[in-house]
């Protein structure tokens, strides 16, 4: 072979060495990137799990006993209601009962009226 060839053949292949080692350092450049990127992702789920539980603890410790506290209050508040509802049933029954007997006394005292008019 002719010193030229050998020439473009070590050419070719320290260039290929080269290429070789920038693909290993980009290589290696992504591995840095991935733990990075790694660490970023545990840290974020860390810090969102302890989000979590610091509103689970506030659900729990804190809105759960003021819905109780609401509902029992809501439940007595429907309780109240109905009895004044059985209650306001029978004002307007005894009202229509006393209206009935009203209108019965109107036609008496009317009626004797009639009857000592003629």
Known sequence: MSEQ???QILNELQSVK???QDVKT???ALEQQLVAFQQ???EQ????DQKIT???IILENEVKPSMKVITEQLE????ALQAHARQLDRIEDKVTHHDIKISILDK???NKRIAKVK
């Not at 789920?45 to 969102?48: E, G, Q, R, V, W």
């Not at 007595?76 to 309780?79: L, P």
């Open 108 to 110: 008496t005292k009317s």
């Open 54 to 56: 610091k509103t689970n």
């Open 76 to 79: 007595d508040h429907s309780r």
């Open 40 to 42: 970023f992702t545990i």
């Open 45 to 48: 789920f860390t810090a969102l």
């Open 18 to 20: 080269t290429d070789i």
């Open 5 to 7: 060839i050998l020439k």
């Open 26 to 28: 980009g290589q290696s």
